[in-house]
C-alpha cells in the first residue's frame, strides 16, 4: 500500500472509530499528508495512529488525537485561531485547511528548531499565508493579535492558564489537556462573559508544557 491509500485507510478507521464527523474535518485530514510533518526515517509510519517523536523529545500527537481535538474545538471558516504547542505544525496545518482563506492560525512553539521545521512544512502544504508560526512561551499567549475566536494547547498543562482565558473572545472556546505530567483531562473551556463552563471529553497524554503558566 502506497502512503495515500495508507492516509485514506487510517482517515476511514478514525470515522468508524467514531474519533471524525463532521464533514470539514474529515476533508482537512484526508487532504493533509501527514507524511511532510515527520522526520524521513519516519515516513513509512506516518499513517500508524500513533505519536511519533520529531526530534527535541518533542512528538507530533496520534491522529485519532488531533480528530477528537479538531472535532471538540468546533472550527468555523473565518476565524482566528491561537495554537500553543505547534510541533510540526500539522496539527496547525489541518487548522488553517478548516478555518478557509479568510482564518488565521497563529501557532506557538517554544523550540526554535522546531519551530522553522514546522514553518517549512506548512509552506509544502500552501498554507504559509494562513498560518503564522511564532517562537515564544504560548503559556502566555499571543497578546498582539487576541483575542482568539479559538485557542488549543496540545501540550499538558497543570491548570488554565489565566493570560489564555483573557485573550478569548467572549462566546470562545478553549481546549486543552489539563492535569499531571503524567496524565491529563482534555478540558474543553467556553467563556460566556465573565463565566467559564468546562466540559471534560477524558483522558490524554501529552508531552508537558514548560513555561510561565506551565511545568517550569
Ligand atoms: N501540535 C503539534 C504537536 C505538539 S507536541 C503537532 O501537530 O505536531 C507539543 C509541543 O509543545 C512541543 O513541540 C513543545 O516544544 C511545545 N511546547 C511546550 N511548552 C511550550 C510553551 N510554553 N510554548 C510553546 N510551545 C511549547
Given at each position: 500500500m502506497g502512503l495515500v491509500d495508507e492516509r485514506e485507510a487510517l482517515i476511514d478507521s478514525l470515522i468508524r472509530n467514531q474519533y471524525i464527523s463532521k464533514a470539514e474535518v474529515i476533508r482537512a485530514m484526508r487532504k493533509i499528508q501527514r507524511h511532510f510533518f515527520v522526520p524521513d526515517h519516519l515516513k513509512s509510519a506516518a499513517y500508524y495512529d500513533h505519536p511519533l517523536q520529531i526530534g527535541e523529545g518533542q512528538t507530533i500527537s496520534a491522529p485519532h488525537m488531533v480528530g477528537i481535538m479538531l472535532e471538540r474545538l468546533d472550527l468555523k471558516k473565518g476565524q482566528k485561531v491561537l495554537e500553543v504547542g505547534g510541533g510540526s505544525g500539522y496539527h496547525a496545518a489541518l487548522t488553517a485547511e478548516i478555518v478557509g482563506e479568510e482564518g488565521h492560525v497563529y501557532s506557538m512553539e517554544r523550540i526554535e528548531r522546531l519551530a522553522k521545521r514546522a514553518e517549512a512544512n506548512i509552506k509544502r502544504c500552501e498554507l504559509d499565508k494562513r498560518v503564522t508560526i511564532v517562537v515564544g512561551d504560548g503559556s502566555c499567549g499571543?497578546?498582539?493579535?487576541?483575542?482568539?475566536d479559538r485557542i488549543f494547547i496540545t501540550c499538558a498543562s497543570p491548570g488554565i492558564p489565566q493570560p489564555l482565558i483573557d485573550q478569548l473572545k467572549d462566546g470562545g472556546k478553549l481546549l486543552i489537556p489539563s492535569g499531571s505530567i503524567y496524565f491529563q483531562d482534555l478540558i474543553l473551556c467556553e467563556k460566556k462573559g465573565k463565566k467559564i463552563t468546562k466540559k471534560n471529553y477524558g483522558g490524554c497524554v501529552f508531552v508537558p508544557l514548560i513555561g510561565e503558566h506551565g511545568f517550569h
Open positions: 499571543l497578546k498582539e493579535h487576541a483575542p482568539y
